[in-house]
DNA sequence: AGTAACGATGACGTTTACGTAAAGAGAACG
DNA sequence: CGTTCTCTTTACGTAAACGTCATCGTTACT
């Protein structure tokens, strides 16, 4: 069981303990269990979030600063919780994976190139401005 | 004038030609229109796109890809086109730059950390078949 | 026992980014 | 001249991702 939690170290929080650590509100967290993008136990009435929970939430709010879906990021969340599954089904995992990854790949290499265009633009603005402070020097 | 269209080369697309260039659909494109993202000439009833259009949406979809909201993007796309405006706006615009060139530099950064992270996770996965195999060969 | 305080469960509201259908203007074709 | 496109505006609809009540159930003081 390569990836299933033992929980050895299984500290549960809170639903505010939640919020506060990770700054999001509860309905979030409500509204992320109902899209079984988190499973928190319950005790009795309430939510109690375990570690696989806290990391689960980190990848969750990473793969929306990404601009990943609920349920693109719910894709990859599987990929990192396997467990033991069938070998065949663990093939497609793979292949979904291998085209996220991909995804991902790509997205950096054009935001890499985004920020050098970007620097080109503001080092451009700034020579002008630079050139019109001369130019103000000058005057002044 | 250093971001001007001088309109040398002004090309013009119809809607229709637009779309089936940047695979959007028309409605996209008005609606850009409406949140000042693009600025169509008119003929008429007619939009007609110019290459400063055509740049600016190239711009705009890229944005999309890395989660950008339309608004942050029409930010960003104002820092491409600046015209001839006071010194005192450019250092305005200058800033605004800097914050979403630190922004962008983060989420390459964070997504370059994911890439490496699901690459490593998806090594685990193929070692855990690519030994599952080796234990049915050896059972065939 | 009373009353805050925290958490749960609906249920309706909101924003963003368009989709989609209705109705009309204008060129183009037979 | 009628019809067929392409484009227009207007307007209502929709999916995603929550926000915002209202209501109710437990602890937890004091």
């Known amino acids: 069981m390569l990836?299933?939690?033992t929980g050895m170290t299984d500290?549960?929080?809170t639903i505010r303990q939640m919020c506060?650590?990770?700054d999001v509100t509860p309905r979030t967290l409500r509204f992320y269990e109902a899209k079984e993008l988190l499973f928190p136990r319950r005790e009795g009435q309430k939510r109690l979030f375990t570690r696989r929970d806290?990391?689960?939430l980190k990848l969750i709010l990473r793969g929306k600063r990404f601009g990943f879906s609920l349920e693109e990021i719910r894709q990859l969340l599987?990929?990192?919780y396997v467990g033991d599954q069938q070998a065949t089904q663990l093939e497609a995992t793979l292949d979904i994976a291998r085209d996220r990854l991909r995804e991902?790949?790509?997205k950096r290499d054009?935001?890499?190139a985004a920020v050098d265009d970007l620097r080109h633009q503001m080092k451009m603005v700034?020579?002008?401005l630079s050139s019109v402070d001369t130019v103000k020097d000058a005057a002044e």
Chains 1, 2 share one sequence.
Do not use: K, P
Request: charge should be negative; proline fraction near 0%; aromatic fraction near 12%.
């Open 3 to 5: 990836f299933s939690d």
């Open 11 to 13: 500290h549960v929080m």
């Open 20 to 22: 506060d650590a990770f």
């Open 54 to 56: 806290r990391a689960r």
């Open 78 to 80: 599987d990929l990192y």
């Open 104 to 106: 991902m790949e790509r």
């Open 110 to 112: 054009e935001l890499t």
């Open 126 to 128: 700034e020579d002008m």
